[in-house]
């Protein structure tokens, strides 16, 4: 069963962050918060974990589209190929914010993403994801938890994300009301950077 964990973004407690780090690097799958929709995450280099947060999506993981959240832009280079200036630009301007940066993976992904060419890159503009982040060393691999209700579509509260998903992860981060609209998803890998989803955060790509 999944423990819920009130953590405060303004000031994440260091004892809960690590009781989340702790279970991360154990393999586990954690519910958090960020600046748009609550996201489903694990360790970036835990293979098993990644295997199961694909088959909760009910997809093959080398098919799979997931984000990697990030503390920073300066690990930026662990992942993506070299970047221009402009993009470089563009990536500094936005984030952190409510935005996913589709950029050029390199060879140093993890060997369930070797066939990727492409990365998606996550920033939240939330204490408790830099934390985690910090904490863990790596990126964390995330992807958002869609409702099943059409209407709905991604639940805010908490503790309803814990009674959806309580045999299925290990914590639920309560971290207040999340928001129901996603990051929007921009594609610079093109020549003319492209909007593939628009969602929480409009910028003006110039």
């Known amino acids: 069963m999944a423990e819920l964990l009130r953590i ?3 000031n994440p407690e260091a004892n809960k962050i690590k009781k989340v780090v702790d ?8 519910i958090y918060p960020t600046d748009t929709v ?6 970036i280099t835990n293979t098993a974990a990644l295997e199961k947060i694909a088959q909760i999506k009910g997809i093959k993981l080398d098919k799979a589209n ?3 959240i990030c503390e920073d832009l ?3 280079s662990d992942y993506v190929k070299q970047i221009d200036t402009a993009t470089f630009k563009i990536l500094k301007r936005c984030l952190p914010g409510p935005y996913t940066f589709v950029l050029p993976g390199n060879n140093n992904l993890p060997n369930v993403f070797k066939k990727k060419k492409t990365v998606g890159i996550r920033v939240p503009d939330n204490n408790i994801c830099k934390a985690l982040v910090s904490g863990l060393g790596n990126p964390i691999v995330s992807t958002s938890i869609k409702d099943d209700d059409e209407v709905l579509e991604y639940t805010t509260d908490p503790e309803l994300i814990k009674e959806k998903w309580n045999h299925l992860v290990d914590i639920v981060i309560d971290g207040g009301f999340g928001n129901n609209i996603p990051s929007t998803v921009i594609d610079l890998t093109t020549a003319t950077p492209e909007v ?11």
Do not use: A, P
């Open 23 to 30: 279970t991360l690097r154990n393999g586990g799958l954690v």
């Open 196 to 206: 593939i989803r628009e969602g929480k955060g409009s910028i003006e790509i110039m």
């Open 74 to 76: 300066s690990n930026l």
């Open 66 to 68: 997931f984000s990697f």
């Open 38 to 43: 609550y996201g489903l995450g694990c360790d």
């Open 8 to 10: 405060y973004n303004e």
